[in-house]
């Protein structure tokens, strides 16, 4: 089979991805929903750099790997054509959806997802915000693919294609999409949820291109209520170092500096953000259990 050359998309966004941002400011400082903080949006922009400058050398090494195991053993021959990418975009997207929820459940891949929640704002800047330590590991999420026969360069496009996608649900100033879309595919309106801090939106919501993997898993949450954003306990700097590695200290300071056993100190790793040894620590599910109870109660009386 001939392998095709396939340029990176993402290099061929940025244009795109710099006029709409650019539109976005224009447009929000005209309807005034709210005060556009530049210094947060050119921290977000300088991550996102960061990142396509990381990415020049970890997909590289992805595709190697992912090259290596698809050399090694695939259970079909997928061929390049219409239908296999249709069925992809479906599987890509199932994946995407659990390395998503996955790095909101486990400390070990929060520390590199971290970094796209840390703004306070939601705005198209806030989609550039992205990880410099994620491409490094959360690669293992899609090798199921490989290993079917999906073939590396159809499996990295199509990462890049939900990424891409990705970008324009990161705004405000899109309240509602048709009913009908609202229903299949990821909105700004569910990904609004996702970003939020509120309780009941927390950890949800975890879709990539649809909407429909939160509605099966049950981790769906219709937007309600206004989002406020960010996180529970804010990471109160503008650095963009800051912002990419502190999550990394803070985990490895619990893992080597706790004094508990070593499967406890493994958890730090694996538990969710929060967790720790001593069993007084709250959960997202936590907080999220008690506004249920206290709306319960509230519908009660």
């Known amino acids: 089979m001939s392998i095709p050359e396939i340029p990176n998309l993402i290099h061929y966004a940025i244009p795109f991805f710099a006029l709409t941002i650019v539109i976005e400011v224009i447009l929000t400082v005209k309807v005034k929903i709210d005060d556009y903080n530049f210094k947060d949006a050119g921290t977000s922009i300088l991550m996102g750099l960061g990142n396509v400058a990381i990415g020049l050398f970890t997909k590289g090494i992805v595709l190697s790997l992912f090259y290596l195991i698809y050399n090694f053993y695939h259970l079909f021959e997928i061929t390049f054509n219409w239908w296999t990418w249709i069925l992809l975009l479906f599987a890509d997207d199932f994946c995407y959806y659990w390395f998503h929820r996955i790095s909101h459940e486990s400390r070990l891949f929060w520390a590199s997802h971290v970094v796209h929640h840390s703004s306070t704002k939601y ?13 490094f590991y959360t690669f293992i999420f899609w090798i199921p693919l490989i290993l079917i026969g999906f073939h590396p360069v159809m499996v990295l496009v199509q990462m890049s294609i939900s990424l891409i996608y990705q970008f324009w649900i990161h705004t405000e100033l899109i309240n509602k999409m048709p009913k009908w879309f609202e229903a299949v595919f990821n909105t700004p309106s569910h990904h609004r949820v996702h970003h939020a801090t509120n309780p009941q939106y927390l950890d949800r919501n975890h879709a990539g291109i649809f909407i429909i993997w939160d509605k099966l898993f ?9 989002p406020i954003y960010g996180l529970v306990t804010n990471i109160e700097t503008y650095s963009p170092i800051k912002i990419a590695f502190i999550e990394w200290y803070t985990m490895l300071k619990d893992v080597y500096f706790s004094k508990t056993s070593f499967i406890n100190k493994l958890n730090y790793l694996i538990k969710p953000p929060g967790w720790n040894h001593t069993g007084n620590s709250t959960l997202s599910s936590d907080l999220r259990a008690k506004w249920e109870e206290k709306k319960s109660n509230k519908d009660t009386i």
């Not at 049950?218 to 206004?226: A, P, R, S």
Request: avoid cysteine; proline fraction near 0%.
């Open 123 to 135: 705005n198209l800047s806030t989609a550039l915000r992205q990880t410099w330590s994620g491409s």
């Open 218 to 226: 049950g981790t769906f949450e219709l937007e309600v209520e206004k």
